[in-house]
């Protein structure tokens, strides 16, 4: 889930613009998160015994700070909204009809290139296929009109959890009345795969690029290890950190704990690749792993280093 997102952006093209806000609050909230736990940890730390007063003073002493431990406040709720008006923001963009116009034309476009090689595994028409595809693009307007238009899209008390439940619901009633139930099941699994297609789609790009591009069979084969690598670091990523919270497109997940499972789980790709390869085309799935790496250990360092200056006494 959080190793191939940047692959998944070159892909597709363009991100919308919900999953651009989305990307900017996770960065911020990593750093801020980061930031609580150095707080917290030195919060814990015995306190330097105090320097005797001058005998000579005779101005009171200012009254002691409030200690960092004695704050009971949860992780979510310590530090401020990096963007307070974002959902404000939001909401101001959605009620301009030349901005949902111009994001369901964007969206029509994004689902039209994610969804690519579904028709043809469906056996779709031409007919069927864009009106499939006009179908998600109005339901990822819809997803994205509540959930910027929240809280005044509220209803009846209802969590944002819950009605996004339900809209999902509302929308496979859709989708299965437009294409029957077995060819729903599908879609989900198609869904389901999208990240690792996106992956072996990249990997065959750059094969494309050589003298011996990748076969059909072997985007099959490949599409299979990648997809068992990936649900394999999600599954091991939620059992260290407890997290099941889904990264949006185009967000790099920069903890240690994800980049170390990442790295682990492309080493395992191209370990099985080796059997599927020839040695050229195996070499440049090893180089396009490296420079994988070697971003996501950059970005991770980044964000590193950002909370380290913010938290750093000035001189």
Partial sequence: M???TVLWVALAGTTA??????????????????????VAA??????PAPKPAPVAASAPQAASPA??????LPAETAMPEPRPRLREDSRRLMAS???????????????????????GLLNLTPDQTERLFDLMADQGVK???????????????????????????????????????????????????LESRGEVDALRAELARTSEPMREDQFDSMLAVVHAENQRADQELKARTGNDIPLAPGFISSSPAS???????????VESAAMLLTPSQL??????????RLQMETQRDLIRLQGEAMIRKPN
């Fill in 259 to 269: 980049v170390e499972l990442a790295i682990a789980a492309n080493q395992r790709i």
């Fill in 283 to 292: 070499s440049t799935v090893k180089d396009f792993y490296r420079r994988q």
């Fill in 143 to 193: 997803l994205l009109e509540l959930q910027w238009g929240w809280p005044a899209s509220q209803q009846d008390g209802k969590s944002l959890q819950t009605m996004s439940a339900e809209l999902r619901k509302q929308n496979d009633a859709e989708l299965s009345q437009l294409l029957g139930e077995r060819n729903l099941g599908e879609l989900k699994e198609f869904r389901g795969s």
């Fill in 42 to 47: 030195q919060a814990h730390q015995p306190a």
């Fill in 2 to 4: 959080f190793k191939t």
């Fill in 17 to 38: 613009a919900s999953a651009w806000l989305w990307i900017q609050w996770r960065a911020e909230r990593e750093i801020n998160q980061q930031l609580l736990a150095r």
């Fill in 67 to 72: 200690r960092t431990s004695n704050l009971k």
């Fill in 97 to 119: 009809p030349e901005f949902r116009k111009a994001y369901r034309e964007r969206q029509r476009l994004e689902v039209e290139n994610t969804y690519r090689d579904l028709p």
